[in-house]
């Protein structure tokens, strides 16, 4: 594969319906120092890809560009300074965009394998779902065995790798759903609660009258104040997104930035609870680090995954050059787990 080769993408050219979502080949060219060529085996349709075609995600770039924010798939060439036994070998990355694609350049030092005998479909459910789920729980909140945590979306992509790891980790889990999708909430071993009940935060006081040692809320608007009034002393609101606002028109950076205000003051009370934002990408400034605990921590979620302690959930999963449909699909709110996207057969 040292020459130029032709390659299938998908493009977003710009803030379109799913539909206008766009299908085109390319050339590749080979892989310069430090780089490799993966072939896709496996992407993934994430909340980002549909904030980022109506031109909301907080620091996409700009149209048109090719969507995609993970990858599992398999190194076919590698360049200069980069291990040649690397190829053959099937690697997961995180890429933020360039993903719904038949194969990408990427930088080496960004793959972390994917252990043998692990499906390249279930291992794309946990890459970015499962390093924030993780990254969440042990870092940013460090929640103890015996606690209890509130999971808004407790059937979304991260929802059910968060409800799993926490279950294994001893804790107890109250997890927000439709009540199309409690039963499966159930079976990974959470609490349901129907996120539509006018009552819900008032019957997650019921369940736990002392307080939760943690909120994750993907959620953000007005229903923020409800999640920080769950804590108990010594609890944390671990905040990942604004859905609440994904069809506001307007700045996307705003309800972000208001967000981040409001988590600033509550932090300044002298209440002994924390709030937080948790963004995947921090600290990638200082790249080697960022790359080292990146990979540390899907290491330890693949680990899991291999052993079955966690269960890949596959809602669908669609060739990628109907990547459309699977957008919508994803969009529509129905499905629990993760919509996939493979190689045309």
Known sequence: MEKATVITEVVLPGRVEVDGLQLRERELPAPAAGQAVLRMDATGVSFAEQQMRRGKYFDQPPFPFVPGYDVVGTVVATGPGVDPAMEGRRYAAATKVGSWASHQVIDAADLVPVPDGVDAVDAETVVVNGITAWQMLHR???VRPGGT???LGAN????????????????????TASTRHHEAVR???ATPVDYRDPQLYQRIRELAP????AVFDHVGGPGIVDSWRLL??????VSYGTAATKDEEGDSRLPVLKLLGRLVLWNALPNGRSATFYNFWAGKRRIDAFR????????AVFGLLA???LTAQVAARFPLSEAPAALALAESGTVAGKVVIVPDA
Not at 292 to 299: I, N, P
Request: aromatic content about 0%; glycine content about 22%; charged content about 20%.
């Open 149 to 151: 945590v509130v999971v």
């Open 156 to 175: 979304g992509g991260v929802g059910t790798t968060l409800v799993q790891l926490a279950r294994h980790a001893g804790i107890t889990v109250i997890g």
């Open 232 to 237: 108990r002393r010594g609890g944390t609101l």
């Open 140 to 142: 940013a909140a460090r």
């Open 210 to 213: 002392g307080g939760v040692d």
């Open 187 to 189: 079976a990974l071993g």
């Open 292 to 299: 080292a605990r990146l990979r540390e921590d899907l290491t």
């Open 307 to 309: 052993d079955g302690v």
